[in-house]
């Protein structure tokens, strides 16, 4: 098979597996997290690997909410869009929601309704002058979503954030030492606990708790974090922190293509980084009426399987109209079909234990 007409499953395995994926969030095991590279999403331990302890465990949920990455080095597929609306529908859904903007173009800043060239405090600081979330965080219109908010600061990232030391993790340990779920929230992953290689999952040091107790805890459900599309420094402190990596991917033959590059990306920060990401596709931006448009979904879920979401989120103008009102779509047009397939994309993200 031609793999530049199509989309074929040696993209992400050496090995012929599909993309099948039947473990939700919270049973997931890390026990052959190093072959990740061969192994699907979320795929479980072999049955006779034991589970971690249960105090581990509950120690664990209680370490960090929900930490999603939004990605895709493919511009303009509805990542931002994306980011507002699932924001907005968890928020809908009675959880607490922080939204980080990444990108030095600050679209989610401008979607949530605050002006880039105004903020005081931005993600910026974070990175770079260890700023605390909780300082540059903003509350939007929305209750129960919040935003740290980006500013043109960010358009050096990519130039002075790799001089920093373990600067890959610098986004991981802040959510660590100053993020905690909200009640009730069980957090993907559990298996953390028993790697030691993944910061997040580690015992913290002492200085880290000293962080704590310097510094006030923020309760939240989920933390999203809208990556620039392209795979650098800043995206890779994103997949680094994350438990879960969305793939916004229209239809369309460049999109589809650069899911190539994605799973590279994937399995080398599987590798050196966060052996238990998983990942999921969401079709965006989809347009029934287009016969390229249903021959690219259907090849996109023959070749990943589970891993692409059930929702499918069509094209619809209203969604441009809410960025310019600074609101996710729910609160803009509640029953207009992106708003709806979005609250359908938080469920299937609840429903999957996270």
């Known amino acids: 098979m031609d793999d530049s007409n199509h989309l074929d499953n040696e993209w992400?395995?050496?090995?012929?597996?599909?993309?099948?994926?039947?473990?939700?969030?919270?049973?997931?095991?890390?026990?052959?997290?190093?072959?990740?590279s061969e192994h699907e999403i979320?795929?479980?331990?072999?049955?006779?690997?034991?589970?971690?302890?249960?105090?581990?465990?509950?120690?664990?949920?209680?370490?960090?909410?929900?930490?999603?990455?939004?990605?895709?080095?493919?511009?303009?597929?509805?990542?931002?869009?994306?980011?507002?609306?699932?924001?907005?529908?968890?928020?809908q859904s009675g959880k607490e929601v922080l939204l980080v903007d990444l990108d030095a173009q600050a679209n989610l800043t401008l979607a949530l309704?605050?002006?880039?060239?105004?903020?005081?405090?931005?993600?910026?600081?974070?990175?770079?002058?260890?700023a605390t979330l909780l300082s540059?965080?903003?509350?939007?219109?929305?209750?129960?979503?919040?935003?740290?908010?980006?500013?043109?600061?960010?358009?050096?990232?990519?130039?002075?954030?790799?001089?920093?030391?373990?600067?890959?993790?610098?986004?991981?340990?802040?959510?660590?030492?100053e993020l905690r779920p909200a009640p009730n929230i069980l957090v993907p992953g559990n298996d953390i606990s028993a790697n030691p290689n993944h910061s997040v999952g580690q015992p913290q040091s002492s200085a880290s708790a000293?962080?704590?107790?310097?510094?006030?805890?923020?309760?939240?459900?989920?933390?999203?974090?809208?990556?620039?599309?392209?795979?650098?420094?800043?995206?890779?402190?994103?997949l680094v922190s994350a438990d879960l990596l969305i793939i916004p991917t229209q239809p369309e033959f460049f999109s589809a293509h650069a899911l190539r590059t994605m799973m590279t990306t994937i399995r080398k920060v599987r590798a050196e980084y966060n052996p238990t990401l998983i990942y999921r596709i969401l079709i965006t931006m989809l347009d029934k009426r287009n016969?390229?448009?249903?021959?690219?979904?259907?090849?996109?879920?023959?070749?990943?399987?589970?891993?692409?979401?059930?929702?499918?989120?069509?094209?619809?103008?209203?969604?441009?109209?809410?960025?310019?009102?600074?609101?996710?779509?729910m609160y803009h047009k509640a029953q207009t079909r992106s708003a709806l397939q979005y609250q359908a994309l938080a469920q299937e993200i609840i429903g999957n234990g996270g």
Not at 12 to 36: C, L, M, N, P, V
Not at 46 to 52: E, R
Request: glycine share 8%.
């Open 42 to 91: 979320g795929r479980s331990a072999s049955a006779s690997q034991q589970q971690p302890p249960q105090q581990a465990v509950e120690a664990q949920n209680q370490r960090r909410p929900v930490v999603i990455a939004i990605a895709n080095q493919k511009g303009g597929v509805a990542k931002t869009t994306s980011v507002v609306s699932l924001g907005g529908a968890l928020a």
């Open 113 to 130: 309704g605050k002006d880039p060239a105004r903020v005081r405090g931005s993600i910026t600081d974070v990175l770079f002058h260890s």
């Open 291 to 329: 016969r390229i448009h249903r021959e690219i979904r259907d090849q996109i879920y023959k070749s990943f399987g589970e891993g692409v979401y059930q929702t499918v989120v069509e094209v619809d103008t209203k969604l441009r109209e809410s960025a310019i009102e600074g609101k996710p779509i």
């Open 210 to 238: 000293s962080f704590d107790r310097n510094f006030p805890i923020i309760e939240y459900d989920y933390v999203i974090l809208d990556c620039p599309p392209f795979m650098g420094a800043v995206t890779l402190n994103a």
């Open 136 to 177: 540059v965080s903003r509350e939007t219109s929305i209750p129960g979503l919040d935003l740290v908010p980006a500013n043109s600061g960010m358009e050096l990232a990519e130039r002075f954030l790799p001089v920093r030391k373990d600067y890959e993790s610098i986004l991981s340990r802040t959510i660590a030492n």
């Open 12 to 36: 992400i395995h050496q090995d012929g597996e599909t993309g099948s994926d039947e473990t939700s969030f919270a049973g997931r095991s890390s026990s052959k997290a190093s072959q990740s």
